[in-house]
């Protein structure tokens, strides 16, 4: 709704609402509601007296500066800023969330900004920081919330202090290797009750994640992720190379999207205990192609 809209305007006098420069506010400019898609202008600087931001869509923005005196945006705030390679975070930052009913913690707050190269955080800032690469934590450098799309390296590595990385790897188009250490539990995956959350979707160049053999949870072999019991294949990298690939016999299930956007992939082997879904092969490379699957049950079992 409103994809092409540019500027809203609002009356003198309208008790709730005002606009600047096009930006719908409240009435004293306290909270952003709404900055037009497209609007113009390629870099914007939140005013000063703003404290909380809902959305702000700017798909031509290049260069964004949050000030200190905001403490609060959505966690959705910023999906879609495809243009969007540069964000200054202020000292006053405090939340991350969804403002309405519920909170969600710990969610990529710049999934789809896909020419992202940086985050900076004010040094001065409590609750959140980043790293030399411009990756955005949790202050405490717990959890894991976004790696920008265009991060300036091939190869990343998570350090030993976070335990949760949700799905803060989206469209890193060009990052090939991803390090986890002893004490990452949760690396968000198609896992058994997920069809949307993949952490690592449209990482198109992305053929091999490591994780320290000291984690309890999970354990990679050949660059493939999967549970540390051995049970569940968890993420086929997308760029990994090889045209047939054997599940292991201990196997039991597949998470879902575990080889979404694989491009190398012609044949996969299963045997017949294994227990999938069709969300487990969907979009096996960039053109949505299948490869070819070879089950060793009957076809009854395979119904």
Same mark, same amino acid.
Not at 109 to 118: E, I, T
Not at 127 to 132: P, T, V
Not at 172 to 195: H, M, Q, R, W
Not at 197 to 207: N, P
């Given at each position: ?8 305007f609002v ?5 709730? =609402?005002s606009?600047?420069d ?6 004293y400019?306290?909270?952003l509601y709404? =900055?037009p898609p497209?609007k113009k202008?390629?870099? %914007? ?8 931001i ?5 798909? &031509?923005?290049k ?9 609060? $945006?959505?966690?959705?705030? %910023?999906?879609g /800023?495809?243009?969007l ?10 939340t991350? +969330?969804?403002?309405g009913? %519920? ?6 707050p710049?999934k @789809? ?6 985050? +900076?955080? +004010?040094?001065?800032?409590k609750? $959140? ?10 202050y #405490? ?5 976004s ?15 976070v335990?949760?990385?949700?799905d803060?790897?989206t469209?890193c188009?060009?990052?090939e290797v991803?390090n986890?250490?002893? =004490? ?7 896992e058994? +009750?997920?069809?949307?959350l993949v952490?690592?979707s449209e /990482?198109l160049?992305?053929r ?8 309890p949870?999970y354990?990679s072999i ?5 549970d ?5 294949l ?5 760029? &990994?190379? @090889? ?11 597949? /998470?879902?999207?575990a %080889?979404? #956007?694989?491009?190398y ?5 299963l ?5 999938v879904?069709h969300y487990s092969?969907?979009?096996?490379d960039?053109?949505?192609?299948? $490869?070819?699957? =070879?089950?060793?049950?009957? @076809?009854?079992?395979?119904?």
């Amino acid at each position: 709704m409103f994809n092409n809209l540019e500027e809203v305007f609002v009356e003198e006098g309208n008790r709730k =609402y005002s606009t600047q420069d096009g930006v719908l506010y409240d009435r004293y400019k306290t909270v952003l509601y709404y =900055y037009p898609p497209m609007k113009k202008d390629e870099s %914007f600087k939140v005013p000063a007296s703003v404290v909380q931001i809902y959305n702000l869509h700017g798909k &031509k923005i290049k260069r964004l500066e949050i000030p200190d005196n905001v403490k609060n $945006f959505d966690y959705a705030a %910023f999906f879609g /800023c495809s243009a969007l390679e540069y964000v200054k975070i202020g000292s006053g930052l405090e939340t991350i +969330d969804y403002v309405g009913e %519920f909170v969600v913690e710990y969610e990529n707050p710049f999934k @789809g900004c896909n020419s992202l190269k940086r985050i +900076d955080v +004010d040094k001065n800032n409590k609750y $959140f920081r980043n790293d030399s690469f411009g990756v955005l934590y949790t202050y #405490d450098m717990k959890n894991l919330l976004s790696v920008p799309a265009k991060v300036n390296v091939k190869e990343y590595t998570v350090p030993d202090s976070v335990t949760i990385v949700l799905d803060c790897f989206t469209n890193c188009s060009e990052l090939e290797v991803v390090n986890f250490g002893a =004490y990452v539990e949760g690396i968000a995956t198609g896992e058994k +009750d997920t069809e949307s959350l993949v952490g690592f979707s449209e /990482c198109l160049s992305l053929r091999e994640i490591n994780v320290s053999s000291k984690n309890p949870k999970y354990m990679s072999i050949d660059g493939v992720l999967y549970d540390k019991e051995f049970k569940e294949l968890e993420i086929y990298p997308p760029a &990994k190379e @090889g045209k047939v690939y054997s599940l292991p016999k201990d196997m039991i299930y597949i /998470c879902n999207f575990a %080889f979404e #956007d694989n491009k190398y992939l012609e044949k996969v082997y299963l045997h017949k205990s294994v227990k999938v879904n069709h969300y487990s092969y969907y979009a096996c490379d960039e053109n949505g192609l299948m $490869f070819d699957i =070879y089950y060793e049950g009957t @076809g009854e079992d395979w119904l």
